[in-house]
């Protein structure tokens, strides 16, 4: 299972380096590790233009990130044609490693765009409770706020529910005023799902 850290919960020191492991910088010219790094593109729901996105793309590409991770990606039927042209013109310019992370489960179309999806980003309250309806084994979780006693019980059933990839942390989100995490934060706590 691969771990994923989004930008408000970094690995701590004594995680072992692998491949296995991605990191989501939030700028570029972040400091690197010998993790993949992903870069976040900040897709606001599908409402940002298509020609601010491709530049972002292009300054993760001059930074030399592995791939892309597209948060608050839309989930709907509309939004498709958009992130299918992101994740086209991302590819012709190296960056074939693609998250898109609409924290929901999408429209079946997205299933095609060969990217990995997250159909779970939110807080440990939630994921206990969340049916997993459109889901499929391999998708994302990212469960953020869970107690320090209770990583492994999160753990455990990030894998019961087939999570192919993600994080339970301690560590929560800053969310700015237009929902979005800010960067920062560590978290000693943090842990994947495997």
Known sequence: MKTLFPTYA??????????????????PGER???HQ??????LDWGSRSLADVLTDVDAWRADGVEGL???????GHGGVGP?????RLAARRGLHRVVLNPGVPTHPL???????????????????SWDGDGTRPGDGHLVHGVPAGMLTAA????????????????????????GAPAGGGHSGGAHSAD
């Open 10 to 27: 970094h690995p701590g020191p004594e995680l072992e380096l692998d491949t296995d492991t991605w990191i989501i910088h939030e700028r």
């Open 32 to 34: 690197r590790t010998l």
């Open 37 to 42: 790094s992903l870069g976040r593109i900040d």
């Open 69 to 75: 991770f597209l948060d608050r990606a839309p989930a």
């Open 83 to 87: 992130v299918a042209l992101t994740i």
């Open 110 to 128: 997205y299933r095609d765009l060969g990217a990995r999806i997250c159909t779970f980003d939110g807080p440990w309250e939630a994921y206990q």
């Open 155 to 178: 753990r455990r059933l990030m894998g019961r529910r087939g999570a192919g990839f993600g994080l339970a942390t301690d560590a929560s989100p800053d969310l700015s005023p237009a």
